[in-house]
């Protein structure tokens, strides 16, 4: 059982809903681990022929990082959780079913990165989707990676240095997101989407996503490595505990202001 | 002839003439293309390529499946090796090479297409990386989309195998322009004149480049494609498949 998902089967379709909606769906270090668990076991799962990852409620797919767990890290935290990243990628990586990303709403930051490992995206005009962690004193490492597969140079380097949010219309035109949907068809479309991949031949299915893996191996490894001395000056210097400290005070201050 | 193989000047244009059978790929037709490509990138007479496909169905419908699944077991060495020849002589043509896509490219036509330095298309021409829905695993197909187009849309093409249009492949970027197909080989050929008409020296050295981008990625995904596919031979699983595609064909 888990506490911060819910998982079902759906015909040959396994679902995994990030279930933390209070917090959009955010992650800390149990619910990662409930995560790639929960992969890992749709992966061994014969029955299963692909898995749709989608976010509870209406507002976000996963606003990413838990800044609650990593307003109090230390620089040995850091590195810590840096490798915390590479047991949850790693599980997404050796997935030998198609990945099915229902955004349903925001995916920002390390869900941006979760959901660009997915193979195909169904999202909605309000599916926002970006790499924020510059404006929390994250340096981004992984993110940059992932984009640079996708998006080339040019539309890396602005979105990783602004911290920008792309709505679904831009993600979509771009190539990010391939079924851009109505809100209400999000989880029908994703649906459709991998009950047509279900029905492809398994083995070529799975010999194509180990190729994926093994093409972008070394990328993966190098910015893992630099993730972790990234992190390490970075909360050494102390400015992702105030920016995040700096966070939760307006927030605080929003709240009482309401 | 399995390839009609024309000088026009400068250029030299090589129609894949098997219009019966979407003009796939047979041992005998990549072996003409390897030839003549090979014979090009000697000849200084010849400054630039034109690659397309006879009839108005198809550019190329890739591998010749009648062919694949009768390979005898001990026959997949060699037969893979023609494969490396004739993306070599391809992907490392000295010359400049414009494809002027007629029809459906599917397959390794479709890759035949993205080795290609210029596409033109006819609005109609239907593009596909078919392998995954004959139980194929698409190696060197997906090295190449991935190279075109990023990981994001490599990944829905080569998973879904599904056909994508020239509108969208003008819109990626894949296509850079599209004709009628009566005005078809009249562009491609004002495309490669184009090309033709550029300092040789200049022509050459920034092909080298071009081209020493692409050889070790390539070629790196050949060597993966010979035992990936054998693996996936090993499970009876394509040969399943495309028992299942000529029985839906009859």
Redesign the interface.
Known sequence: MYEFLKVSTEGKVGIITLNRPDVLNAWHSPMRRELAAALEAMNADEEVRAVIMTGAGERAFSAGQDLNETKSFDTERAREWVEEWRALYSAIRGMTK?LIAALNGVAAGSAFQVA?QC???VGHAGSKMGQPEINSGIASTLGPWLMK????LSRTIELTLTGRMMDGEECHHI??I?HLVAADQVHAKAME?AG??AE??????A???R??A???QPGFEDALAAGSRNQKEAYASGEPQRMMEAFFAEREKRKQNA | MGVEIERKGALLCLTLNREERLNALDTDMRTAIVEALNAASEDDEVRAVILTGKGARAFCAGQDLNESRQLSPDGGDAWMDTWQRFFAAVSQCRKPIVAAVNGTAAGAGLQLALMADLRVAVPTARFLMA?????????AG??LL?TH?????M??L????RVFTAEEASE?GLVQETRSPGQLMERAEAMALHLAEKPPVAMRLTLEMLRGMMRRGLSEAET?AVS?QS??IA?G??QA?MARFFEARR
């Open positions: 198609p660009l193979d195909i995206r597969e996708m998006l080339g190539g990010l391939h989407v047509e991949l492809k031949p398994p083995v070529a299915m010999l194509n996503k190729r994926f093994e093409m972008t | 392998e995954i829905n004959v139980g194929l695993p698409a190696i997906s090295y991935q187009l990023g990981q994001a849309r990944r829905e080569v998973l879904t195998g990626w993966a990936y693996e996936a499970t699983e394509p498949q």
